[in-house]
């Protein structure tokens, strides 16, 4: 059973770092895309970057680059969200989602993913 689990959210001051944690279990980060997802109360939900299963190519979001870097570690079969530099308006549940790969050796926040977390949240705040 393919199941995705969230860890490393908190409270942090404006400035500092969080490092989320994705844990996959059930499949292979290999032939899945795997993006991090973001929503704060009262808003829509945004992709905020994803890592391609084939190549490890990297997608962001523009409120996040520069501050975020994903990476993977596919010995632990996790992927993770390096957050520098958050700012209030980061504030929000942070989910990871998984799709096939495909053949494409990019990834994309504006497609269907399938498989979702239940979330960390991530509080911003001084």
């Known amino acids: 059973q393919l199941q995705l689990v969230e860890s490393g959210g908190g409270l942090v001051q404006p400035g500092g770092s969080l490092r989320l944690s994705c844990a996959a279990s059930?499949?292979?980060?290999?032939?899945?895309?795997i993006g991090w997802f973001r929503q704060a109360p009262g808003k829509e939900r945004e992709g905020v970057s994803c890592?391609?299963?084939?190549?490890?190519?990297?997608n962001y979001a523009d409120s996040v680059k520069g501050r975020f870097t994903i990476s993977r570690d596919n010995a632990k079969n996790t992927v993770y969200l390096q957050m520098n530099s958050l700012k209030p308006e980061d504030t929000a549940v942070y989910y990871c989602?998984?799709?096939?790969?495909?053949?494409?050796?990019?990834?994309?926040?504006?497609?269907?993913?399938?498989?979702w977390g239940q979330g960390t949240q991530v509080t911003v705040s001084s």
């Open positions: 989602a998984a799709r096939p790969s495909g053949l494409f050796s990019k990834c994309e926040l504006e497609v269907k993913y399938y498989y």
């Open positions: 059930g499949f292979t980060l290999d032939y899945y895309n």
């Open positions: 890592i391609s299963g084939r190549a490890g190519s990297t």
